[in-house]
């Protein structure tokens, strides 16, 4: 069975009738959870089985954004709370060997929450820099300031999640940093020239070039494409992304529901895969919304289809590991930002 070019989210703790015959008859690549979606983990994970065995794939993929802090589709009362990337920055400047094991350690940690439920994919890590004066959407998220130190943490969290069995999804490429306001709500445009982009924002991401799967950032950069966003631009993604980035992994869009972006639902489904994106990802559970991005999307064949196998196959066994000893130890490093 060939499937779809597009990843979905569905609406609530268990598929409806409808969403059961949208996903049989449209063949989505992947799922995407949500806290719509999260109730107990018997729920979730009844939910995960669902989603594959109406899709007929045993592998498909399911993911969740699980970053910690304010970014947690999963938590309490049935999962812990992980500390935001910060905490991890924070405690590399006072020592960049103890800030490493937290990232991982703290990716680690969520990894096996997810492998607990089937889910086999979490969009972390970020490697966006933010700079001051930037809107507070990726705010303390991020890692830090400075590109070394984020791609630093970033491959130590993706270490985490690979050890755990989970694939990462590099965001947002080629960076989200300078965006001065939230693309959920609107479109912000970056006029920062190409030479200081190069080193800061994507020198963060070239490090990381080899992770199997990234999304990309609803940002204008008007020095290399004033007119589109990197999601949409061509431009960006062969001259940038590809290339200056060097990253040949699987390529998704944003949540194609965002209103960063142009157009109807449709436009901006046929303009994600036009300009060389090889997966679209569509979010809000609205049904509507959904066939329009099954209609346009393409089948997934040649290039993205061998990206997307690639992508799965990255998928490891996880290793063994203590979770209790390792949550302790994650703690006490964490305790130790607050004595700063």
């Known amino acids: 069975m060939t499937n779809r070019a597009f990843i979905t989210g569905v609406f609530g703790f268990e598929l409806t009738d409808a969403e059961r015959d949208f996903i049989r008859a449209e063949r989505p690549w992947g799922f995407i959870l949500f806290k719509r979606n999260v109730d107990t983990p018997d729920q979730v994970s009844a939910l995960v089985r669902e989603c594959r065995s109406i899709a007929g794939q045993p592998d498909a993929p399911v993911l969740i954004d699980q970053e910690g802090g304010r970014v947690q589709r999963l938590g309490p009362p049935h999962w812990p709370v992980y500390p935001a990337g910060a905490a991890f920055g924070a405690l590399y400047d006072r020592d960049s060997q103890l800030g490493l094991t937290a990232a991982r350690l703290s990716a680690r940690l969520i990894a096996a929450d ?104 609803h940002v204008v950069f008007s020095a290399l494409d004033p007119a589109q966003p990197a ?74 289809l061998e990206r997307a196998k690639r992508a799965l196959a990255a998928r490891k066994p996880p290793l063994p590991f203590d979770r209790v000893a390792g949550r302790a130890e994650l703690d006490a490093l964490i305790g130790q930002v607050g004595t700063a």
């Open 114 to 217: 997810l492998v607990d439920l089937g889910i086999t994919v979490d969009c972390l890590p970020l490697a966006d820099v933010p700079v001051a004066g930037a809107d507070a959407v990726i705010g303390n998220r991020a890692y830090g300031t400075d590109p070394v130190k984020v791609a630093a943490i970033a491959r130590a969290v993706t270490d985490g999640l690979e050890q755990g069995g989970i694939l990462p999804i590099l965001k947002h490429i080629p960076g989200h940093g300078r965006a001065t306001a939230d693309t959920h709500f609107q479109l912000p445009t970056v006029d920062t020239a190409t030479s200081e982009l190069e080193r800061t924002d994507f020198a963060a991401f070239r490090p990381l070039a080899d992770l199997p799967m990234a999304m990309t950032a």
């Open 231 to 304: 999601t949409t631009s061509a431009t960006i993604i062969q001259q940038v992304i590809r290339n200056s980035i060097g990253f040949q992994g699987l390529l998704m869009s944003d949540d194609v529901s965002m209103n960063a972006l142009a157009g109807s639902i449709a436009e901006r489904t046929r303009a994600i895969i036009s300009a060389g994106c090889d997966m679209v990802l569509h979010c809000n559970g609205k049904l509507d919304e959904m066939r329009e991005v099954a209609r346009e999307a393409p089948e997934l064949t040649g290039e993205a």
